[in-house]
């Protein structure tokens, strides 16, 4: 007890002393531990990788100079327009069935005509000519969103793939962690067991893990990318904007431990503000 008291007290001491930027748990062997005597141990931990960057000031001002006009293109076509609104005319169409003898048939819908009473229904629109006005701004600015998700994949995948990193294991096996639960979460909101789950897969949680160290890896690296380019530019989120979003989300998520939620929204606004960055170069 006295050991592991002593080791509590030490090592953070010898973290500091040694400016050792250390990352999850260490590993502690005792060498020597005896009534008298100095104690003796080793201690191993993962440590922050130092990163050698590329040019990403460079890469995301090429990505973005290079373009295609198909990758840039954000106009909405009346073809587009029109598979959409036909597709609300189909959701809101009423169904039609039949029996005949023992046998139900379901039969094509009568489409709904796009007319004022049918916009008004639906929202607040004056007449056809302001729903298609609002739904062709939508649709826009859907294009605009997807262009530069895009954009700050191929952004960040570039530099990425330039950057020289060692990777510690523990920060693949957080991300991998990160990939399983959300997995785990989305099988049980279908109401099934994950166990079945990988029955029917043929696989172990294991072989799963396995499966996805690859994309854990990538994940791990673009962690660490934004991170490293945010200290390198002293980029930070303010305060304020910190705060309302930790608000909002112990409003909505009563049981949300506030410091994680904290670190959560900071690392997000830290991230987007990233990639504001590389979009000015």
Request: glycine letters at 2%.
């Amino acid at each position: 007890e006295m050991a592991e008291m002593a080791l509590g007290e030490t090592y953070p001491k010898i973290l500091e002393e040694n400016k050792i930027d250390a990352i999850g748990r260490p590993e502690i062997v005792i060498t020597k531990l005896a009534r008298n005597n100095e104690l003796g141990f080793k201690i191993k931990t993962a440590v922050v990788p130092i990163l050698k960057m590329p040019e990403y000031k460079k890469i995301a001002k090429d990505i973005q100079s290079n373009l295609t006009d198909e990758e840039k293109d954000n106009k909405v076509t009346a073809d587009e327009m029109e598979k959409v609104i036909l597709d609300i005319r189909k959701s809101r169409a009423p169904k039609i069935e039949t029996k005949e003898g023992e046998t139900e048939k379901e039969l094509e819908p009568i489409l709904p005509e796009i007319n004022d009473e049918f916009v008004q229904a639906m929202g607040p629109f004056e007449n056809v000519e302001d729903f298609k006005k609002k739904l062709e701004e939508n649709m826009k600015l859907e294009k605009e969103n997807m262009v530069k998700e895009k954009t700050r994949i191929k952004m960040i995948e570039a530099i990425i793939e330039k950057t020289e990193v060692e990777v510690p294991y523990i920060l693949i096996d957080v991300e991998t962690n990160k990939i399983i639960g959300r997995m785990k979460d989305d099988i049980a909101q279908m109401g099934l067991k994950f166990e079945d789950y990988l029955k029917h897969l043929q696989k172990s949680e294991e072989d799963l893990r396995k499966d996805f160290e690859k994309d854990a890896l990538q994940r791990a690296k673009l962690a660490l990318v934004l991170a490293e380019i945010a200290k390198l530019e002293n980029i930070k989120p303010e305060e304020a904007d910190i705060e309302h979003e930790v608000a909002h989300i112990l409003e909505h998520y009563k049981d949300a431990d506030p410091e994680r939620a904290r670190m959560h929204t900071e690392n997000v606004l830290t991230n987007d503000k990233v990639f504001k960055f590389l979009e000015t170069q």
